[in-house]
């Protein structure tokens, strides 16, 4: 049985934390004992710690990742292998152009304003764009938060001024919000949202859709978040 917190401080080198660094995209490799093959699980309490487990213990928990195929669509699922990847999407990793330190008042400034923990924007704009402001998606997304051409309608922002940063940081603070609020306040199922659409996450019955980018893509930010959330309080 796995059941892990992830606090702030130094986690011990176990099998918890080996499978803690495959599921946050870290490299190496390491191979992992059959017993930690089992659906993961997990939820981020109010002081922002991480919390993992094979079992769905209540309703706080959610699935994060598929380590078990599924029949369906077995191809689409994050299955877990023998040791951990190189790699990750490309989409994760874009060289920035910009300190964070650049935008940090524009985002100290969205996250007061729209009621948003400002270590988690800036988890989300690292996972996103690296905090390049012109960076593109292929599939049409664009700047520091990748609004997609619609989202960014949706809250008057043309296709150009997506790549102005303070344009783009409180437009996609403000949807951050909108899914934070239709998700009633669930992290993990907001930032599913934000990453694979609200659509996708209903149709999955409130759950992570099982698609290999969203699941790598929560883990991360939920990543990114934690560190984010040591380094602004420091």
Same mark, same amino acid.
């Given at each position: 049985?796995?059941? *892990?917190?992830v606090?702030?401080?130094?986690?011990?080198? +176990?099998t918890r934390?080996?499978?803690?660094a495959?599921?946050? $995209?870290?490299?190496?490799?390491?191979?992992?004992p059959r017993?930690?093959?089992?659906?993961?699980?997990?939820? =981020?309490d109010?002081?922002g710690?991480?919390?993992? +487990?094979?079992r769905?213990?209540?309703?706080r928990? #959610?699935?994060?990742?598929?380590?078990?195929?599924s029949p369906?669509?077995?191809? %689409?699922?994050?299955?877990?292998? !023998?040791?951990l990847?190189?790699?990750?999407?490309?989409?994760?990793?874009?060289?920035?152009?910009?300190s964070? @330190?650049?935008? /940090?008042?524009?985002?100290?400034q969205?996250? @007061?304003?729209?009621?948003?923990?400002?270590?988690?924007?800036?988890? =989300?704009? !690292?996972?996103?764009?690296?905090?390049?402001?012109?960076?593109?998606?292929? #599939?049409g997304?664009?700047?520091?938060?990748?609004?997609?051409?619609? +989202?960014?309608? /949706?809250?008057?922002?043309?296709?150009?001024?997506?790549?102005?940063?303070?344009?783009?940081?409180?437009? $996609? +603070?403000?949807?951050?919000?909108?899914l934070? !609020?239709?998700?009633?306040?669930?992290?993990?199922?907001?930032?599913?949202?934000?990453?694979?659409?609200?659509? %996708?996450?209903?149709?999955y019955?409130?759950?992570?859709p099982?698609?290999?980018?969203?699941?790598?893509?929560?883990? #991360?930010?939920?990543? *990114?978040?934690?560190?984010? #959330?040591?380094?602004?309080?420091?």
């Open positions: 049985m796995i059941n *892990s917190t606090p702030t401080g130094t986690v011990g080198l +176990t934390t080996i499978l803690l495959w599921l946050i $995209g870290l490299s190496g490799s390491c191979l992992l017993q930690v093959m089992a659906d993961i699980y997990g939820f =981020v109010s002081s710690v991480i919390h993992l +487990t094979d769905h213990r209540d309703n928990y #959610k699935r994060v990742v598929r380590t078990t195929p369906a669509r077995s191809d %689409s699922i994050l299955s877990l292998p !023998q040791s990847p190189q790699s990750i999407p490309q989409r994760f990793w874009h060289a920035p152009l910009s964070p @330190q650049t935008f /940090r008042d524009t985002i100290a969205a996250a @007061q304003q729209y009621g948003i923990d400002e270590a988690l924007l800036h988890a =989300v704009i !690292q996972v996103e764009s690296n905090f390049n402001p012109s960076v593109v998606s292929h #599939k997304a664009a700047g520091l938060m990748q609004l997609m051409p619609a +989202t960014a309608l /949706r809250y008057g922002v043309s296709d150009q001024e997506r790549y102005n940063p303070e344009i783009n940081i409180f437009a $996609g +603070t403000r949807h951050l919000r909108y934070m !609020q239709l998700f009633n306040h669930d992290l993990i199922l907001s930032l599913a949202a934000y990453n694979a659409g609200e659509e %996708s996450v209903r149709k019955g409130y759950q992570i099982p698609y290999q980018e969203t699941q790598q893509y929560v883990v #991360k930010v939920l990543d *990114s978040y934690r560190r984010y #959330k040591r380094h602004l309080t420091m």
